[in-house]
């Protein structure tokens, strides 16, 4: 098991900047590749982005490339989404997740998920 505890989201103005972190307990952190989703009101979960395990890789939804990076510490069992240059349409519940597979988008390889930490930006 992985416990997966996100924090850092709250209400920012457009263009400001975030970066919310996700805490990780249980199986050994650096075994699992990582990955930010979220979920805006009213619509389905979508990819943000993903990092490998050694940090070595990473890639991003098209939506948010060259705005948001992804990052871990593997000795923090922690990673991080910075958030620059947010907009209205980044409004949502950012949930990150823990998968033994690495490279792809969809949700169904992470096995695990925190609760989620609320993102609202405002216009």
């Known amino acids: 098991q992985v416990q997966l505890v996100e924090s850092g989201g709250r209400l920012v103005q457009a263009g400001g900047s975030l970066r919310l972190s996700c805490a990780a307990s249980?199986?050994?952190?650096?075994?699992?590749?990582m990955g930010w989703f979220r979920q805006a009101p009213g619509k389905e979960r979508e990819f943000v982005a993903a990092?490998?395990?050694?940090?070595?890789?990473?890639f991003y939804a098209d939506s948010v490339k060259g705005r948001f990076t992804i990052s871990r510490d593997n000795a923090k069992n922690t990673v991080y989404l910075q958030m620059n240059s947010l907009k209205p349409e980044d409004t949502a519940v950012y949930y990150c997740?823990?998968?033994?597979?690495?490279?792809?988008?969809?949700?169904?390889?992470?096995?695990?998920w925190g609760q989620g930490t609320a993102v609202t930006v405002s216009s």
């Open positions: 997740a823990a998968s033994r597979v690495f490279g792809t988008a969809a949700a169904s390889p992470y096995n695990y």
């Open positions: 249980g199986r050994t952190f650096s075994d699992y590749a």
């Open positions: 990092v490998s395990w050694s940090a070595g890789s990473s």
